[in-house]
């Protein structure tokens, strides 16, 4: 199995994460910035956990949960749209990206299936 460093959907979702830490430097509603940072960090995270896991069965759980941080980081985005901390430009992007990747877990995770 390749290293998690090597998968198109880790680098897909660090990349991701960098940029919304990046863009919301600034943003002074720490609690906020905090929660949308945290769930963009957590998807490659749990990407890389899982790469390093010593089963098919823990690898998927934590690809399961890297997934639902996609849904999570969506949420947030949208709520930091409507209340003015994040463009709308911007947050579709992000939010376009997020279901991308989360359509790239989904399809990670069928593959591991298969081979079982």
């Known amino acids: 199995m390749e ?9 897909r979702s660090a990349r991701l994460s960098a940029e919304l830490y990046t863009t919301l430097s600034a943003l002074n509603e720490f609690g906020f910035r905090d929660q949308i940072t945290s769930a963009g960090l957590s998807i490659p995270s749990f990407i890389a956990q899982g790469y390093e896991s010593w089963s098919s069965k823990e690898l998927l759980d934590l690809l399961s949960y890297a997934k639902g941080s996609t849904g999570e980081l969506r949420s947030h985005l949208f709520i930091a749209m ?6 709308r430009e911007t947050g579709m992007r992000w939010i ?21």
């Not at 409507?82 to 463009?87: K, T």
């Open 3 to 11: 290293k998690f460093e090597e998968n198109a959907v880790w680098m």
């Open 82 to 87: 409507d209340i003015g901390y994040v463009d």
């Open 96 to 116: 376009k990206e997020a279901v991308g990747i989360s359509r790239n877990l989904d399809d990670l995770m069928q593959a591991i299936l298969a081979q079982k």
